[in-house]
T-cell receptor
Framework: NAGVTQTPKFQVLKTGQSMTLQCAQDMNHNSMYWYRQDPGMGLRLIYYSASEGTTDKGEVPNGYNVSRLNKREFSLRLESAAPSQTSVYFC???????????FGSGTQLSVL | AQTVTQSQPEMSVQEAETVTLSCTYDTSESNYYLFWYKQPPSRQMILVIRQEAYKQQNATENRFSVNFQKAAKSFSLKISDSQLGDTAMYFCAFMKLHGGATNKLIFGTGTLLAVQP
């Protein structure tokens, strides 16, 4: 039972480079989320998707774009990476209605 | 806007003892959920316990229990019989019930718990 799978697990970028973080879930969940985790700040919501074809901004969306490719996959793109985007990124999914989130194992991204 | 505050950045406890992690939150909502998540060194976020605000009874999951004080907006986590595997970062989180399809969590800054042998 894979749950939520994120790739890659680690990535180093130079300032200005672009990349896409991939996320897929096999639990048939409608909702998916991208969070970033920074020391002393907890996890903050970047973007979320309530269902296939819809996306909405979270608390810290600047510098990011997302795509809900289908019900399983939700990708996060950094068009022009900046050092301030050095962080650990988590993808999560949940069922409709109040319930718990299932998290991936995270992507550690360093922007030099 | 809702906020979640964890005032203890780090805590330490001896194996087999009991420890309590504090969390306070600020909201004007009456219907919401509160959570404690554990993040061990593996980075994986694991749900420890969940409390619905409309339930007066405190949630319990094996060695983990909460003290939910709605009027005081306090939600502490008690870990009994601490084990070495409990060593982790613990996050308190808030979720507003808004009737929508998404479950957006607002997290506190975390408490790093070290269980000493």
């Amino acid at each position: 039972n894979a749950g939520v799978t994120q790739t890659p697990k680690f990535q180093v970028l130079k300032t200005g480079q672009s990349m896409t973080l991939q996320c897929a879930q096999d639990m048939n969940h409608n909702s998916m989320y991208w969070y970033r985790q920074d020391p002393g700040m907890g996890l903050r919501l970047i973007y979320y998707s309530a269902s296939e074809g819809t996306t909405d901004k979270g608390e810290v969306p600047n510098g990011y774009n997302v795509s809900r490719l289908n019900k399983r996959e939700f990708s996060l793109r950094l068009e022009s990476a900046a050092p301030s985007q050095t962080s650990v990124y988590f993808c999560a999914s949940s069922e409709s209605g109040p319930g718990k989130l299932f998290f991936g194992s995270g992507t550690q991204l360093s922007v030099l | 806007a809702q906020t979640v505050t964890q005032s203890q950045p780090e805590m330490s406890v001896q194996e087999a003892e009991t420890v309590t992690l504090s969390c306070t939150y600020d909201t004007s909502e009456s219907n919401y959920y509160l959570f404690w998540y554990k993040q061990p060194p593996s980075r994986q976020m694991i749900l420890v316990i969940r409390q619905e605000a409309y339930k007066q009874q405190n949630a319990t999951e094996n060695r983990f229990s909460v003290n939910f004080q709605k009027a005081a907006k306090s939600f502490s986590l008690k870990i009994s019989d601490s084990q070495l595997g409990d060593t982790a970062m613990y996050f308190c989180a808030f979720m507003k019930l808004h009737g929508g399809a998404t479950n957006k969590l607002i997290f506190g800054t975390g408490t790093l718990l070290a269980v000493q042998p």
